[in-house]
């Protein structure tokens, strides 16, 4: 009978129980997947995940919270190697999960002892699992409506878009024979002034011309001069 039993004791001794799930933390973030029972792997899995969760950036934001993380990991690992580790590429590498770090794959029974194997792998490094999904995006927002309403939504912000784009293009050819309009009609404009203009100027050279010739006197002649002095 397993009553109350939370903890698989695994046949050992706290100790030994302690420092084995310890190296094979290790281990595991070391080469990112190990094969062994199914038993050690349930435990194992309980042990490391809370690890990795600590190690996620967004519980290091202070320097505090670090190096408290950090005091714990090594606590639990006993390894600085395998903390370090822990806190820069498998954090970077599990920072968008929320849970669920790891995972256990069944393999059969081993020939010596007939005890169910497993191997048990961090899910972010699996490369064929995870070739064929595409990276998801955050989504916080939740809502009960069905797909229907959702289509709905969207055929609806189509036919918007639509309208927008065509009353966008409508508005750029009302501007474009605004403008044409007003470019012919500052060429008519110009067009009327230009006569005039030539007219003044054509009147100007004339007046010019009369004010610049001086009034030609005819000269006296002595002879006249000198017959009005005899008389």
Same mark, same amino acid.
């Given at each position: ?11 050992? *001794? ?10 094979? +933390? ?5 080469? /990112?997947? &190990? ?9 194992? *899995? =309980? ?6 969760? /600590? $190690?996620?950036?967004?519980?290091? =934001? ?17 390894? /600085? ?7 820069? $590429?498998?954090? #970077? ?8 770090? !790891? ?9 010596? #002892?007939? +005890? #169910?194997? +497993?191997? &048990?792998?961090?899910? %972010? ?10 990276? *998801? ?5 939740? $809502? ?5 309403? %959702? ?21 750029? @050819?009302?501007?474009? !024979? ?5 470019? @012919?009609?500052? =060429? ?9 203009? !030539? ?21 006296? %002649? ?5 017959? %009005?002095? @005899?008389?």
């Amino acid at each position: 009978m397993r009553h109350g039993k939370k903890v698989n004791h695994l046949g050992r *001794k706290s100790a030994h129980r302690k420092a084995m799930l310890a190296n094979m +933390a290790c281990s595991l973030i070391e080469h /990112k997947r &190990i094969n062994t029972t199914v038993a050690k792997a349930k435990a194992l *899995k =309980q042990f490391i995940e809370p690890l990795i969760t /600590k $190690s996620k950036a967004e519980n290091n =934001q202070t320097t505090e919270k670090g190096t408290h993380n950090r005091r714990i990991a090594f606590k639990n690992l006993r390894d /600085k190697y395998a903390v370090t580790e822990l806190f820069g $590429s498998v954090s #970077d590498k599990v920072g968008e999960r929320p849970g669920g770090y !790891t995972r256990i794959i069944k393999l059969g029974n081993r020939l010596g #002892d007939n +005890a #169910d194997m +497993a191997m &048990i792998e961090l899910v %972010d490094y699996n490369e064929i699992y995870n070739a064929g999904k595409a990276a *998801k995006k955050k989504t916080t927002r939740r $809502s009960r409506r069905g797909k229907k309403a %959702d289509e709905a939504i969207v055929e609806k912000a189509t036919e918007t878009a639509v309208v927008e784009e065509a009353a966008e293009a409508v508005t750029e @050819e009302v501007k474009e !024979t605004e403008a044409i309009e007003t470019e @012919e009609a500052t =060429q008519e404009v110009e067009e009327v002034k230009k006569p005039k203009a !030539t007219k003044e100027e054509v009147s100007e050279p004339e007046a010019t011309k009369e004010e610049s010739e001086p009034e030609t006197t005819e000269p006296e %002649d002595p002879e006249e001069k000198k017959n %009005d002095s @005899e008389a």
